[in-house]
């Protein structure tokens, strides 16, 4: 699970993915294809996001952090700044469409036109669907789903025109593939998620950008722990979700960013239109 509006503050000496701080010099092989790359990554300024940003800015990608919480974007790309890495921030409202539109647009005058995609913002909370609203369904499909719909167009209709090659991966979830209890409109959004990416991996391997998904599990978020807090008896939920992982525990930010990176890398050129799941084993679908 990701949050748009998390507001995780990230320190100048952030930890990196693998625990070290930003810029450090650890023995690697660099991804493939990467650096000097400009990469937008949306719900950029906390959670799954914020670890994404930092891991691309590690490979020497230019990194625009996305979020519509200006201030949690911001400490994200200074916190990639100080680590000697290049980063900008995007305030847009994504459930806007005219205003996606325009970011991007100014985001590639000023910055660079935009190689990868990563459609990570999202929000949910722990809601039976008969005592939900049409307020609240409204509300998560313009954030998990409409905001993928405005941004993606405009990104894949630069990278169409100018004949780049481009990587869009979007974040699922596995309650798009196994179900949720609490969270049904949710997993109707990520499940379109991944309609829409094989979609749309067909429609444009001639143009060779490729689509790929990455659904995360159970994963230590603000947004799950809001989730947690709606469902109730939140230290109880917090064991059986940890008891559930076959590899003991639940997911982390930090573990996101590996699969994330493989499909936006080189290494992943022949690979689209498919769906990998992030969760401990939790669920291995076939």
């Not at 990701?2 to 503050?9: A, H, Y």
């Not at 994200?76 to 921030?89: C, L, Y």
């Not at 004949?163 to 699922?172: A, E, F, L, M």
């Not at 379109?192 to 790929?212: C, M, P, Q, V």
Request: with cysteine; glycine share 12%; proline share 3%.
């Amino acid at each position: 699970m990701n949050l748009q509006e998390e507001r995780g503050v990230v320190h100048k000496k952030a930890a990196s993915a693998n625990g070290l701080p930003l810029g450090s010099n650890r023995r690697r092989t660099p991804v493939k294809g990467l650096k000097g790359k400009v990469v937008v990554v949306t719900g950029g300024g906390g959670g799954i996001g914020a670890a994404t940003c930092q891991r691309f800015a590690e490979e020497g990608a230019r990194v625009v952090v996305s979020d519509i919480n200006a201030k949690a974007a911001g400490a994200v790309v200074d916190a990639i700044k100080a680590a000697g890495g290049d980063a900008v921030a995007m305030t847009a409202d994504l459930t806007d469409y005219a205003a996606t539109g325009k970011a991007v647009a100014e985001i590639e005058a000023s910055f660079g036109p935009i190689d990868i995609l990563v459609n990570n913002a999202g929000w949910d909370i722990f809601t039976p669907f008969l005592k939900s609203e049409p307020d609240f369904w409204s509300k998560l499909i313009d954030i998990n789903l409409r905001s993928v719909l405005n941004i993606t167009k405009p990104v894949l209709a630069s990278m169409v025109a100018r004949g780049h090659q481009g990587r869009i991966v979007s974040i699922g979830s596995d309650a798009a593939r196994v179900g949720s209890s609490g969270e049904a409109v949710y997993a109707a959004c990520k499940a379109g998620i991944i309609a829409f990416s094989k979609t749309l991996a067909r429609e444009h391997a001639r143009n060779g950008i490729t689509f790929n998904v990455v659904c995360p599990g159970v994963t230590e978020t603000a947004m799950l722990e809001s989730f947690m807090e709606a469902a109730g008896d939140k230290e109880k939920l917090r064991s059986a979700f940890t008891k559930a992982v076959p590899l003991g525990r639940m997911g982390r930010p930090d573990d996101l960013p590996g699969a994330i990176l493989f499909f936006a890398s080189d290494d992943a050129a022949f690979i689209t239109g498919q769906v990998i799941s992030v969760s401990g084993g939790l669920t291995m679908h076939g």
